[in-house]
């Protein structure tokens, strides 16, 4: 059966007091972390910490980080996440080109829908900085009703995706739930 979103009346619009700043989000965050180094002990994860400070910062629920290692780990994670109706699922490491790099391919038998753009844009950032950002090969998508994004397991990767996410992500939320355009 259709969802259908609620009704929206112009008392759900609010203005900014500042206009830069991004609006409150409502809904839930995971963090997956596909790193076997850190999985195992042997490697400090650094860009969970980051990725979760954001989304608290934006009002999502950002419950936990989960570590796994690469694999068939990642794609297990994100399924009991994607199952849990987690509204953003950001994964961060495992979309290089190693053998053992496999998060796109974990991600991609998930998505219903790809949306490339996203992280043609997390590259193009990344690459003005350095250029072998252009190796990353992350996903982004919905996934039912979850927002999946893979992003590269560098800080300044990390970094580039939130720069990118940041100003799109209270509109992707809002179109998911079937509101209109602005």
Same mark, same amino acid.
Do not use: F
């Given at each position: 059966?259709?969802?259908?979103?609620?009704?929206?009346?112009?008392?759900?619009?609010?203005?900014?007091?500042?206009?830069?700043?991004?609006?409150?989000?409502?809904?839930?965050?995971?963090?997956? &972390?596909?790193?076997?180094?850190?999985?195992?002990?042997?490697?400090?994860?650094?860009?969970?910490?980051?990725?979760?400070?954001?989304?608290?910062?934006?009002?999502?629920?950002?419950a936990d980080k989960q570590v796994v290692s690469d694999g068939p780990e990642v794609?297990?994670?994100?399924?009991?996440?994607?199952?849990?109706?987690?509204?953003?699922?950001?994964?961060?490491?495992?979309?290089? &080109?190693?053998?053992?790099?496999?998060?796109?391919?974990?991600?991609?038998?998930?998505?219903?829908?790809?949306?490339?753009?996203?992280?043609?844009?997390?590259?193009?950032?990344?690459?003005?900085?350095?250029?072998?950002?252009?190796?990353?090969?992350?996903?982004?998508?919905?996934a039912r009703r979850s927002f999946v994004v893979n992003l590269p397991g560098s800080?300044?990767?990390?970094?580039?995706?939130?720069?990118?996410?940041?100003?799109?992500?209270?509109?992707?939320?809002?179109?998911?739930?079937?509101?209109?355009?602005?």
């Open positions: 059966m259709k969802q259908m979103p609620a009704r929206r009346t112009d008392a759900d619009c609010a203005v900014r007091e500042d206009p830069d700043a991004a609006p409150a989000l409502s809904g839930t965050a995971r963090v997956i &972390i596909a790193s076997t180094r850190a999985a195992d002990g042997s490697y400090e994860d650094r860009t969970g910490p980051l990725l979760l400070q954001w989304l608290q910062s934006r009002g999502l629920e950002a794609g297990r994670a994100l399924s009991v996440a994607i199952d849990a109706g987690i509204d953003v699922i950001i994964t961060s490491g495992g979309t290089g &080109i190693s053998p053992t790099d496999v998060t796109p391919e974990q991600t991609a038998p998930l998505l219903d829908r790809e949306m490339p753009g996203i992280l043609e844009a997390v590259r193009r950032l990344g690459a003005e900085k350095a250029p072998t950002s252009l190796l990353s090969r992350g996903l982004a998508g919905m800080r300044g990767g990390v970094r580039d995706g939130i720069t990118v996410l940041d100003p799109i992500l209270d509109h992707l939320l809002e179109q998911r739930d079937g509101g209109g355009h602005a």
